[in-house]
């Protein structure tokens, strides 16, 4: 568990860091999984999705930033279904957790647990559009609508999910 403490705050520490933000039309999962997976927004247009009439944007200090509209959203899960992690034992799936990765190096971290075992993980899901326009022409993003401050961990132009396992 300290472990895990210790890695998301060095997550934090580097998110001041961040570099310059160029839009994604696909990601990649990899990491502690049997085989990488490259989801491309061609696939995620494709998929069903999930109608959200608004979410409020709020910073760490619980101030509101903006409010998205008419939001349409593949639910995470769904994309994660593709993926395998390599564990021979579920017993050990409590020990894993996701690193999601902006094209900025900004980074955000949600727990195995949190995904599959909370109601969190239904309330995750990668953006196919926005304000009633596609993304096809911006960016890859993900949002939790259930969190309280969703701009800590609203990911835009995700390049990868990276599946790592605390030693």
Known sequence: MYKLILVLLLFCLRAGAQEKMTPTDHFLIDGKVRSEVNITLAEIMA?????????????????KRYTLRNIEGVPLKNILAKVAIASDDPKQLSE?????????????????????????????????????????????????????AIGRRFVKALKEIRVERVN
């Open 47 to 63: 998929m069903p999705a999930v109608h959200i009439d608004s979410c409020v944007i709020k910073n760490h200090l619980m101030q």
């Open 96 to 148: 894993y957790y996701f690193v999601f990765i902006a094209s900025d190096n900004y980074k955000v971290v949600f727990s195995w647990n949190e995904l599959y075992n909370s109601s969190t993980g239904d309330n995750v899901y990668i953006v196919k559009s926005r304000d009633g326009q596609d993304l096809e022409n911006d960016a890859i993003s993900t949002i939790c609508i259930s969190d309280l």
